[in-house]
């Protein structure tokens, strides 16, 4: 059985960094194709891709994201990074992190998400 | 960037009847489009992919259409639980590898 479990901070200030940990269990991050990415949703809109780290240590951002986005692993650990500088109150949203099983990019693996708001 | 529409917006049906839910891509995506289930306070669940596709454990009144630009979802019989919010998201094209629609709103007639 595949889980993921983000954690990390409910409440950022404005031009801070947010850091989110995506831990995992039932999958492999050392298999080819595999990805680990994350989602996020702010408060009654859409859903919106940010990152993704493949098995390989190759890293995939969403293009007007990628100055502030990072995204790393440790496979030892079974966890996933990401980082988002310079957070803003229209990042506020739920941050969900997802597993790619193969070489399409659909996702029917989700964690539980968790909600980050940005306010002072 | 390929841009997703869903249509409509809301999308008012009664119990027992069928659901005809649209996407449309601002260019030709093949059959690499995705549909999810999201319900409120949950997190979206992995309907359809390939198109036409179903998921693991998703019912067969789910059922997907489409290639190209013009995409549909069709639940065939509603039933109580299938009122939520439906996603496509298209995954063909870089950058970025995929982008969702603004979603459908399914409600109780």
């Known amino acids: 059985q595949i889980t993921l479990k983000e954690s990390g901070p409910t409440l950022v200030k404005p031009t801070q960094t947010l850091t989110l940990t995506c831990t995992f269990s039932g999958l492999s991050l050392s298999t080819s194709a595999v990805g680990v990415g994350w989602i996020r949703q702010p408060p009654g809109k859409a859903l919106e891709w940010l990152a993704l780290i493949y098995w390989n240590d190759d890293e995939r951002y969403m293009p007007s994201l990628k100055e502030r986005l990072t995204i790393t692993k440790d496979t030892s650990k079974n966890q996933v990074v990401l980082t988002m500088a310079n957070m803003d109150p229209v990042d506020t949203a739920t941050y969900y992190c997802v597993y790619k099983r193969g070489n399409a990019w659909y996702f029917e693996d989700w964690g539980q998400g968790t909600l980050v708001t940005v306010s002072s | 960037e390929i841009v997703m529409t869903q249509s409509p917006a809301t999308l008012s049906v009664s119990l027992g009847e069928r659901a005809t839910l649209s996407c449309r891509a601002s260019?030709?995506?093949?059959?690499?489009l995705a549909w999810y289930q999201q319900k409120p306070g949950q997190t979206p669940r992995l309907l359809i992919y390939?198109?036409?596709t179903r998921a693991t454990g998703i019912p067969a009144r789910f059922s997907g259409s489409g290639s190209g630009t013009d995409f549909t979802l069709t639940i065939s019989s509603l039933q109580s639980e299938d009122f939520a919010i439906y996603y496509c998201?298209?995954?063909?094209?870089?950058?970025?590898?995929?982008?969702f629609g603004q979603g459908t709103r399914l409600e109780i007639k």
């Open positions: 390939g198109a036409s």
């Open positions: 260019q030709s995506i093949s059959s690499n």
């Open positions: 998201q298209q995954y063909n094209h870089w950058p970025p590898p995929i982008t």
